[in-house]
C-alpha cells in the first residue's frame, strides 16, 4: 500500500494516517491482502519520489 497526502490535502485536515486507515478498511471490505505500507512526504509534481522509486524500478 502507497500512502502519500499532498500538502492542500493536509491543510484540509487530511494526513498520512488517515488515509492509511482508509485504504486499510477498503481492502479488508473487499479482502485485499496488504503486503506493505509504504508512506511517502515528497510532491507529486513529477514521479522522482525516493519510496516510489524503490518500488517501481
Given at each position: 500500500?502507497?500512502?502519500?497526502?499532498?500538502?492542500?490535502?493536509?491543510?484540509?485536515?487530511?494526513?498520512?494516517?488517515?488515509?492509511?486507515?482508509?485504504?486499510?478498511?477498503?481492502c479488508?471490505?473487499?479482502?485485499?491482502?496488504?503486503?506493505?505500507?509504504?508512506?511517502?512526504?515528497h510532491?507529486?509534481?513529477?514521479?522522482?519520489?525516493p519510496?516510489?522509486?524503490?518500488?517501481?524500478?
Amino acid at each position: 500500500m502507497y500512502i502519500r497526502v499532498s500538502t492542500d490535502e493536509q491543510n484540509k485536515g487530511y494526513s498520512a494516517r488517515d488515509e492509511e486507515e482508509r485504504l486499510k478498511k477498503y481492502c479488508e471490505h473487499h479482502h485485499i491482502k496488504i503486503g506493505q505500507v509504504i508512506n511517502e512526504d515528497h510532491s507529486a509534481k513529477n514521479f522522482n519520489r525516493p519510496e516510489r522509486l524503490k518500488i517501481c524500478t
